[in-house]
């Protein structure tokens, strides 16, 4: 265990989940990777009324390098919040979009480059929030480095005053996502190979916490469009939202097919 840090987690509450599907106590609880030392055994195992469940968990991300992205961009972020201090009048929202390709940056140039970033924006924003009914949005793109960064103004928002952060989205998102999860799924079914089809059941745990680009409705779209192409044998795959202080939790697949129920979170009492 211990490839995430909420791996462990995201594998407890999907016993908890088998657990009150089958009304059974969990028994024979243990972590299979960790005997096997080249790492091809699965997350987890629990036997649940005679039946033994193999647990596997995968973090989802929206494209290829997004999770890796992930440490940057929040460091980048983290200091333009600190280094952006242009005041934004009443009326006018100002959101600063940067692009995904931020992980471009080595990790000691991150700091330095946002510094550059926000000295621009700082001299952009009065220049773009003079706005008013006749001239309701203006935007301006800046360029740190190779990195794009979207710098916009509008009148027509209900949280005037602020300024927001946000991620560019690299070009035919939907399509990219839809390839990073099918390529999961094909990965993580090797963990399953050989397993005995009697009284043994496949079970995948995914998780995602990304949600600037990413959320259930769009992962549960690109599931859909995949198994529509082809259908995979777990028997039992679980989407974990592990975003901090609001977990929520979606059961995708029962029997090896796709449940009916599945945009339906799973009551929050069942796993906390």
Known sequence: MGET???????EIVVQLLARMTNSLPANEFAPDELDQEKKATDWHVDLKGTSYWIE????????????GD????????????EVTAPVPDHVEVNICVSYKVYDFSS???????????????R??????DLNDDQPYKEISININGLEIRILATTRTPHGGHTNFTRLSPPALESLRNSRIEKAFISKLKKFQGLPKRNNKAVLALEFS??????????????????????????????I???????????????????????QPI?????Q
């Open 5 to 11: 840090p909420n791996q462990k987690k995201c594998c």
């Open 57 to 68: 968990h995968t973090q989802i991300e929206p494209y290829d390098g997004a999770l890796k």
């Open 71 to 82: 440490e940057k961009f929040l460091r980048f972020i983290s200091q333009l919040r600190m």
């Open 108 to 122: 000691r140039t991150i700091n330095a480059n946002a510094r550059e970033a926000a000295l621009r924006i700082n």
């Open 124 to 129: 952009i924003i009065p220049l773009i929030t």
């Open 210 to 239: 990304d949600q600037s680009l990413s959320s259930h409705l769009l992962i549960l779209d690109a599931i859909d469009q995949i198994y529509q192409m082809r259908e995979f044998s777990f028997d039992e795959v679980f989407l």
């Open 241 to 263: 939202d592990s975003q901090p202080g609001n977990w929520m939790a979606w059961h995708v697949v029962h029997g090896t097919h796709l449940r009916s129920q599945r945009r």
């Open 267 to 271: 009551p929050t009492d069942w796993y």
